[in-house]
């Protein structure tokens, strides 16, 4: 090494290639690294310092070689602040002398076992009994003779306590109430020997001490608040029922929740954990020499042993393992028809965090409203599911023992779940019920979360979620003019100060009791002269009072506490946070900071091009990695243990004069544009873990004969996965191309065909995904949205954006069989909903359909179709007013053949294949919003083919329906899937899996069907009309149903004439043609079309059975005929106000109006017209001039006076509400305030099942 270190270090660029995956990874065209497998190890990388490191930072103090021998470790108890310009660098990384290599190789054991430390036995002065040690538990008397000042000062109230020795056992200390529990303050000026150390703790020489935690300390953890009876596990310690505390206490603070009752056989248990092993769950460290050798089985634990079974019933939390959840025991038989059992993708804007990095490699992100446990290696997921919205901010404990998710939904929570037994802990229901939650935190010791609102003003709150409050225990609003803080973190030394960041503002916290007081200080590009740029993340200093705050300028800036002159150091903190200014600005690099981390007193940075950096605590450059082609760096988590170093020359040294060995923990990155890496840092092992689509996913097809599962997004990914064994199989990447919709051919030979937003269409080998045709078809104008194949490979459709139907057919071109474009017309003047094949009933020849939001129902001939001419055979109009979501083929479940249709009122029809007649309409599924899509669930193997179920898809949910349809609710069940908008689904031909895309979630969702549950929920029900009976207003017993029986027999006296001397026959049923006059007084109003529709249901309802035409219809028919036909929620006057403004006018006072004159010539001209006679007969009788009723009560109408009396009772200027009121008579309801549409489903696990 030369005298001076060079300014401009050359990088030592090292080739990374990834262990997973075969299709190119969309990345920069900037030179770096490929990945390559894990179980390849790179060469050593260089240590040189990047040019990029601003000289101001500090200056380096030469050392000569003799001279570092006698370098003396300082032991102060945190270094010089960062804004010191000259400082003396000390090694702040764990260094590995010529003493400490000796003792690491004498400490270390062969492969395959793990060393344990002695326990060592903690007596308290105030104990005079002596415990009793075998000889190999002896320890040397400088290690009992050296305890914390921490220890002595608290063990003055300690009665005794328990330590893990030969068997033998000392009382217990006595503990105070969790109310009177404080956070911990380690003291400075405390030095323990290396025995003493707890195992948690890693050495590490430099100017920063560490302090163990006593007992004491451990009783402010999650675990000994929720009053949990012993070691939850590894990273938790026992909490103990309070020594001399009278029974009427104990059962108050168990009724409290403060403490659990400790059964005899527990304590037994309790004395089999040793003192290491308990301050091991309370620092949540495990010591380096004591972790196994990364590829190696690690030595169970001691806490790592299932606890031996008591008498008593012990909580899941208290068995809770890590990765129990992915136990196929512990896993309940679920009571729902459908069950989320993989996820594909995840949601890139968030953090991916590192669980587990030793036997299992166990990483967690945000799928949609679901927060997903993925175990890589065991290729398992576990799903936290409870939201009901797509999850906004996740945060993680330091132990990786709990895991907080919060939403931004309408009914917004934020849960905290059990990280090893995924149980949700506790739930805070509307923390932020403007806009739900923004950022969350959780404290170092995990007892208090932080919530950032999201709404306009932003509240941030803070929780004892430990305790059973429903309220913060503090809260403060924030000014609009802060900006959307995005980002909040607590300090590491005290949970009592906090950061957040926006965009452009730093907010700094302090809270104290229910007070929570704020201060946003002043920085500009004035401050310092120079550009600040764009806030990425805020961090407090790991040893000092400062913060440091991210840029996408590739600057830090330093925030420090400022005193006054006036004031005295002491009273600090009695003025912060309001001292709190940036007192420098650092220029660390050229690209831009996207995210801050510490870990092992380094400060860690990431950046848009993938560079990792580590710095020590004065910001002095350690290490870096700048090898990897990825993306910018959306997060960075590091594995809870430290690694074991079974090598030491596999990992680098420090960057500085001393040349230190550094040993860095593994940790995962993820990118913003879909990539999550593992980085094995001895050796530099980089293998991936997920590549998934930054762009959103609408296309989604399964192949028909094998269980291949194909999904393509807008950034041009398209992967094929066996859903069989949930395995990534192949992908291709379409550079600057955007997929929407795909669809598989079903045939020997089978084909993928790909469509594209800008109207290309490609035709792939459905397993090589090579082009099948020479060059892409480029014919439509728009983005192709559907496509099909025939049944016999025949003839292939698409339809765009642009209301286009195009047919490409097969031909053989030089001994191969091409496809080629036969013709094209634009057959719609509105969205087309549905392109469907089929086949003719007298033939087998393929048959296409096409369905728009123009309600027109298109057939083509594709007969005597030829080139660049599409014939069309006939249009039919299916709706009157409806819009039509979707069609399909019904199965053949009746003598006859139907289409089956969903529009946008929530009725399903049943259409005649062949004549095209309306037969049936049915009450759909009412799950907050109309049917999108519907799907006839294949038969699955051996299942009976006269049991068929219909799938379908709402704006948000996906759900299962029993056929046949009849209107009974009980009969559908319905999930939420994707809270922010499901784009399509299909599925599996062997009809035991759904599959749904979530588009600009990013994510795709595998969905295990279980429909004995679906068929026993019909039975609960209730049978025959009892299911019908409950949807009218009061039920059976109801006014309601008393006035229908009333009017369903004065329908049988109008029949056989109000004024007739014959006797009376009163029976159970009415003739056909009173159906629309019963329908009326009831509240329906049909139009001619829909009473048409009515009498054609009930008259050939059992024609083909019978061969009679029906001629009239009993009570139970009638009033399904009305649930299926009345509007799903009645008649609303928002209707007739939209009706009003369209044809009328808003008056002077807002209100929508319209001319008499104007409304009785649109009720004469439009839509079904009436003519002048009928007019004035509805309008007299709705009016009361004819008391008697009209024509169906007295035989005959009277049109004389009408014209006078209706100039007399309807003004001149008609308002919507004068016409509902005063005219049509119906009562116009009261201003309420009602849940939001999807509050009549339950967000259970997995997410709703109301039926």
């Known amino acids: 090494m030369s005298d001076e270190p060079s300014d401009t270090p050359t990088e030592t660029s090292q080739e990374v290639k990834l262990s997973e995956g075969d299709a190119e990874m969309p990345s920069e065209d900037t030179p770096g690294a490929e990945i390559i497998p894990v179980e390849a190890e790179l060469l050593s990388q260089a240590g040189e310092v990047p040019s990029e490191q601003s000289q101001e930072t500090s200056e380096i103090t030469q050392v000569t070689e003799d001279e570092r021998e006698d370098v003396q470790i300082s032991t102060s108890p945190s270094p010089a602040p960062l804004d010191a310009l000259k400082v003396t660098i000390l090694p702040t990384e764990t260094a590995v002398g010529e003493e400490s290599a000796q003792e690491g190789k004498q400490q270390r054991v062969p492969s395959g076992t793990q060393s344990r430390r002695k326990s060592i036995g903690k007596i308290s002065k105030s104990t005079s009994r002596t415990q009793k040690v075998k000889p190999e538990d002896q320890v040397s008397k400088d290690a009992i003779s050296k305890p914390s000042k921490v220890r002595e000062q608290r063990s003055s109230s300690e009665k005794a306590v328990k330590v893990q020795t030969s068997g033998k056992e000392a009382r217990e200390p006595k503990k105070e109430s969790v109310a009177d529990r404080r956070p911990s303050e380690e003291e400075p000026g405390t030095e323990l020997s290396q025995e003493e150390r707890p195992e948690g703790e890693i050495t590490v020489p430099g100017h920063l001490e560490q302090h163990s935690l006593t007992s004491s300390d451990a009783r402010d953890t999650p675990e000994a608040e929720m009053g949990l009876q012993q070691p939850i596990s590894q990273d938790t310690e026992a909490t103990l029922e309070p020594a001399g505390t009278s029974p009427e206490e104990v059962a108050s603070l168990e009724k409290e929740g403060t403490v659990s009752r400790t059964a005899p056989e527990d304590a037994a248990q309790e004395t089999d954990l040793t003192d290491s092993a308990k301050e091991e769950s309370i620092s949540g460290q495990t010591p380096v020499e004591a972790s196994p050798k990364e590829g190696e089985p690690s030595t169970p634990h001691a806490l790592d042993q299932t606890p031996p079974p008591t008498e008593e019933k012990t909580s899941v939390l208290y068995s809770a393992l890590p990765g129990m959840m992915f136990d196929e025991k512990a896993k309940e038989v679920s009571a729902h028809p459908l069950n989320l059992s993989w996820v594909f993708g995840y949601n890139n804007k968030l953090p991916v965090f590192n669980l587990m990095d030793e036997d299992y490699r166990v990483i967690l992100y945000v799928s949609s409203h679901t927060a997903v446990i993925h175990d890589l290696q065991r290729n398992k997921q576990y799903h936290l599911q409870g939201h009901s919205s797509c999850i906004s901010c996740i945060c993680v404990s330091e132990d990786r023992r709990w895991i907080a998710t919060a939403d931004r939904g309408p009914e917004s929570l934020v849960i905290v779940w059990d990280g090893y037994s995924a149980v949700p802990v506790h739930t805070i229901f509307d923390s932020h019920p403007e806009d739900g939650v923004g950022a969350i935190a959780i404290s170092h010791d995990s007892r208090f979360l932080a919530t950032v609102g999201a709404g306009t003003v932003q509240k941030v709150c803070i929780w004892k979620w430990t305790s059973a409050e429903t309220t913060p225990v503090c809260s403060v609003e924030l000014l609009p003019q802060y900006g959307s803080q995005d980002y909040i973190a607590f300090s590491c030394r005290n949970h009592c100060e906090l950061v957040s960041n926006s965009t452009k503002q730093v907010i700094f916290y302090v809270w104290e009791g229910s007070s929570l007081q704020c201060h946003a200080p002043l920085l500009t590009d004035r401050t310092f002269n120079k550009t600040v740029g764009i806030f990425s993340q805020s961090l407090f200093h790991f040893s000092t009072e400062q913060a440091i705050t991210g840029t996408l300028e590739g600057k830090l800036v330093v925030w420090d506490a400022v005193i006054p002159p006036s004031k005295s150091k002491s009273a600090a903190s009695y003025i912060k946070p309001y001292n709190m200014k940036a007192i420098k600005l650092v220029h660390l690099q050229k690209d831009g900071i996207t995210t801050l981390a510490v870990i092992d007193k380094m400060i860690v940075t990431c950046d848009v091009k993938a560079h990792i950096k580590f710095y020590d605590g004065n910001l002095q450059l350690l290490h870096w990695y700048s090898q990897f082609k990825l993306g910018p760096i959306r997060s960075i988590s590091f594995s809870k243990k430290p690694v074991c170093p079974s090598d030491a020359s596999q990992f680098p040294n420090a960057s500085t004069l001393t040349g230190q060995l550094l040993i860095i923990r593994n940790f995962i990155l993820s990118t913003s544009d879909g990539l999550v890496v593992h980085v094995g840092t001895e050796g530099l092992k980089v293998s991936k873990c997920l590549e998934e689509p930054n762009g959103a996913v609408h296309a989604i097809a399964c192949h028909p004969t094998k269980p291949l599962l194909a999904k393509g997004s807008t950034c041009g990914l398209l992967k094929v996965w066996d859903y069989k064994i949930n395995k990534y199989l192949v992908s291709r990447i379409f550079k600057g191309q955007s997929i929407w919709s795909i669809c598989y051919k079903s045939s020997r030979w089978s084909l993928l065909a790909v469509g594209f937003t800008d109207g290309t269409v490609y035709i792939l080998d459905s397993i090589s995904l090579e082009d099948d045709c020479p060059e892409p078809f480029k014919y439509s104008k728009g983005k192709v949205i559907h496509m099909s194949f025939s049944h016999d490979s025949q003839y292939f459709a698409t339809a765009d954006d642009n209301m286009a139907v195009a047919l490409y057919k097969p ?347 104007d409304l009785l010539l649109w009720l004469q001209q439009k839509g079904e017209h009436f003519t002048e006679e009928e007019l004035a007969e509805c309008l007299t009788t709705l009016l009361g001039m004819n008391p008697e009723g009209g024509r169906l009560e007295v035989g005959a109408y009277d049109p004389t006076g009408a014209e006078a009396f209706i100039a007399e009772e309807i003004p001149e200027e008609i308002t919507a509400t004068h016409f509902v009121a005063e005219i049509l008579g119906l009562p116009i309801p009261e201003p309420a305030v009602t849940m939001e549409s999807t509050s009549d489903t339950r967000s259970n696990d997995p997410s709703l099942d109301d039926p």
């Open 811 to 1157: 031909i053989m071109e030089n001994e191969k069989k091409v496809w080629e474009r036969l013709a094209a017309l634009r057959s719609h003047y509105k969205p087309i909903r549905t392109i469907l094949f089929g086949v003719h009933l007298d033939s087998n020849q393929p048959r296409l359909l096409s369905l728009g939001e123009d309600r027109l129902l298109v057939e083509y001939d594709l007969e005597n179709s030829v080139q660049d001419e599409l014939v069309v055979i006939r249009r039919v109009r299916m709706e009157q007013s409806a819009v039509p979501k979707y069609i399909t083929w019904y199965p053949p479940l009746m003598m006859e053949y139907f289409f089956l249709t969903a529009n946008d009122q929530y009725k399903m029809k049943f259409y005649n294949v062949t004549t095209m007649m309306c037969r049936k309409t049915v009450l759909g599924p009412t799950y907050g919003s109309p049917l999108e899509k519907i799907q006839v669930l294949p038969l699955a193997e051996g299942c009976d083919p006269e049991k068929r179920y219909l799938a379908y898809i709402t704006t948000d949910k996906i759900g299962l329906q029993i056929l046949p349809i009849d209107g009974n609710p009980h009969k559908s069940s319905a999930f939420i899937c994707h809270p922010s908008g499901v784009s399509d689904f299909i599925c599996s031909p062997d009809g035991c899996h759904i599959f749904t895309s979530g588009g600009d979630d990013f994510t795709a969702m595998k969905w295990d069907i279980n429909l004995n549950v679906l068929e026993a929920a019909v039975s609960l029900g209730g049978k025959d009309l009892v299911p019908f009976y409950n949807l009218l207003d009061g039920g059976r017993e109801g006014e309601f149903f008393r006035e229908l029986e009333d009017y369903f027999y004065y329908a049988q006296l109008c029949h056989q004439g109000i004024n007739t001397m014959e006797p009376r026959k009163v029976s159970t049923h009415i003739p056909l043609e009173q159906i629309p006059f019963v329908m009326r007084a009831m509240g329906f109003y049909p139009s001619e079309e829909q009473v048409e529709s009515m009498l054609n249901e009930v008259k050939f309802g059992d024609y083909l059975e019978t061969g009679k035409q029906a001629t009239e219809i009993d009570l139970g028919d009638f009033i399904k005929l009305y649930i299926n036909h009345r509007p799903a929620f009645g008649l609303s006057t928002k209707e007739i106000e939209a009706a009003f403004r369209v044809l009328g006018y808003e008056d002077e006072n807002q209100e929508p109006s319209m001319g008499r004159d």
